[in-house]
């Protein structure tokens, strides 16, 4: 079994989702163990890399478990993981125009 | 007709925009002050006609353009920073978001930490998504005396109504804004989410204000309600600006009753 540092792999702030493929296309993923992906000091992440992060996750062939993961990324995955209903925030309205010299 | 302010603040970069295709001259001359929401639309006209920029007469006005977009000028001390240029490739964009994240300070304020780098991670990402930029800024200045920081973000590349027309979806361009703020994603239903949350957590939660300017439409939005805006063709914009005003004193909440 393979650990991989996320903070040292990605950065302590989980921002971007491009940032996903730096875990899933490192050498840790190519040795074709399972890999334990190390949490400790990840301070924040973001919906959008936790979503890509969990795509790549079900696509592997190796199994991955996470570890140390801190409670507020841990929900994080958890909200994703749940189905969703959006309902509307932005009311429909009809537009006022803006144009120069106003 | 009464805008609210971020919205004057934008349609005076429009303004500035206009003379200067009419006259061939940025002339800001007679500012005094200048906003995020009117910096970053003319930034590019600064920094691609300089010699065709005529810079504040006012000399705070002045020295507070050349610092904020001079990247290599730094002053903890001071209420702004320089404009963060995103880079093309978002491997090496971990410095500069540092950079930005540095800009609330006190991890306490504006909504607090987790929002804050929330925010940030959500509206990055979307411009590496979405965009095709070749220029991307972001710009905080903080208010002290009023209260408030301006987060802005702003893009030069595909625009959300040309997104969806890409995609199929025949939307007049306010109403792209508004589907893209709803959640509607033109790439999977699992997505879209980022600047949906990202309005709800700072409108009604942290009593924040969001405007949004892409292409030919704009949305303004608060606790209160939202506007919709059709720009004409002169006061259209090419690219995404979004600029989040949001309280300095904001009430505490867990991120996690907005994410969805």
């Known amino acids: 079994m393979i650990t991989l540092i996320l903070k040292d792999k990605v950065s302590e702030d989980l921002s971007l989702r491009n940032m996903v493929s730096n875990i899933f296309n490192s ?33 592997q062939d190796c199994k991955v478990m996470e570890i140390n993961l801190p409670s507020d990324i841990k929900k994080m995955f958890e909200i994703v993981e749940s189905t969703k209903i959006k309902s509307e925030l932005v009311k429909d309205s009809v537009p006022q ?6 | 007709m009464t805008h609210p302010d971020l919205v004057k603040e934008f ?21 005094q002050f200048i906003f995020p929401t009117t910096l970053l639309p003319l930034s590019e006209i600064i920094i691609n006609n ?20 001079n990247p290599s000028s730094s002053n903890l001390m001071k209420t702004y920073v320089p404009i963060v240029s995103l880079p093309k490739n978002y491997r090496d964009s971990d410095e500069p978001m540092k950079k930005i994240f540095a800009m609330q300070r006190n991890k306490d304020h504006f909504g607090g930490e987790s929002a804050f780098k929330y925010v940030v991670s959500e509206l990055v990402d979307n411009i590496y998504q979405h965009s095709r930029f070749t220029r991307a800024l972001i710009m905080g200045q903080r208010f ?15 625009t959300i109504p040309e ?14 804004i508004r589907e893209a703020l709803n959640g509607v994603s033109t790439k999977d239903n699992d997505r879209g989410f980022g600047l949906r949350t990202s309005l709800n957590l700072f409108t009604t939660g942290l009593g924040a204000e969001f405007f949004i300017a892409s292409g030919n439409g704009a949305v303004f939005s608060d606790n209160k309600g939202n506007e919709l805006y059709r720009l004409t063709e002169d006061a259209g914009i090419k690219g995404t600006l ?19």
């Open chain 2, 163 to 176: 997104t969806f027309r890409e995609k199929g979806f025949g939307h007049e361009a306010s109403h792209a």
């Open chain 1, 97 to 102: 125009e803006i144009g120069i010299l106003q």
């Open chain 2, 50 to 69: 300089n010699d065709k920029y005529i810079p504040p007469k006012s000399y705070p006005a002045a020295n507070y353009i050349e610092t904020v977009m």
């Open chain 2, 242 to 260: 979004i600029t989040i005003r949001i309280p300095k004193i904001t009430p505490k909440i867990d991120i996690y009753d907005y994410v969805e």
């Open chain 2, 11 to 31: 349609i005076e970069a429009v303004n500035y925009k206009s003379d200067f295709v009419k006259n061939g001259t940025l002339d800001l001359s007679e500012m």
């Open chain 2, 144 to 158: 002290d005396a009023k209260g408030f920081i301006d987060l802005s973000f702003y893009d030069n590349g595909i």
């Open chain 1, 27 to 59: 050498d840790e993923f190519k040795k074709s163990e399972d890999v334990l992906i190390d949490f400790t000091g990840i301070k924040s992440i973001s919906r959008s890399f936790a979503h890509e992060f969990l795509i790549h996750k079900q696509k």
